[in-house]
C-alpha cells in the first residue's frame, strides 16, 4: 500500500511540473503577443499542445486532468478565433489588431488562472 502512495505521490509531482512548463511556454507565447516588439515563437505554444495531448492520459482521474484539458481547450479556442479573425485584417488593419488583441488578453487570462490554480492544487471548472 506505501508503494502505491509513493507512486502517486511521485505522479501527482511530475505531472504538476509538466503543468508549470507547459503554462510557462503558453505564458511566453501569450505575453509576447501583447507586447509590442516581443514575438516569441509559435512553435513554443505548439511544443507545449503537443506535450498537453500525450501526457494528458496520465492525469486521468486526477485533480490535474482538468489543467490539461484547460489548456488544450485554451489553444484550440484561441486558435480557431484567430482563424476566424483573419479576414479582418484583409478589410484594414485595425479591426484585425484589436480582435487578435483581445484574443490575446483573454489567452493570457485563461493561462493566469491555470497557472494560479495550479499553484494551489486545485482542479479547474469543466
Do not use: C
Amino acid at each position: 500500500m506505501t508503494n502505491d502512495v509513493v507512486a502517486n505521490a511521485e505522479r501527482e509531482a511530475s505531472l504538476k511540473t509538466l503543468g508549470h512548463v507547459s503554462y510557462l511556454l503558453h505564458a511566453i507565447v501569450a505575453v509576447s503577443a501583447v507586447v509590442p516588439g516581443i514575438q516569441a515563437s509559435i512553435v513554443l505554444l505548439l511544443i507545449a499542445f503537443v506535450i498537453d495531448l500525450v501526457k494528458r492520459g496520465d492525469a486521468l482521474g486526477s485533480w490535474q486532468e482538468s489543467h490539461f484539458r484547460w489548456r488544450i481547450r485554451s489553444v484550440i479556442f484561441a486558435g480557431l478565433a484567430y482563424l476566424l479573425t483573419i479576414p479582418l485584417w484583409l478589410l484594414f488593419v485595425l479591426p484585425g489588431w484589436i480582435a487578435w488583441m483581445l484574443i490575446s488578453i483573454w489567452f493570457l487570462y485563461r493561462i493566469v488562472r491555470g497557472w494560479s490554480a495550479l499553484n494551489s492544487n486545485q482542479a479547474l471548472p469543466a
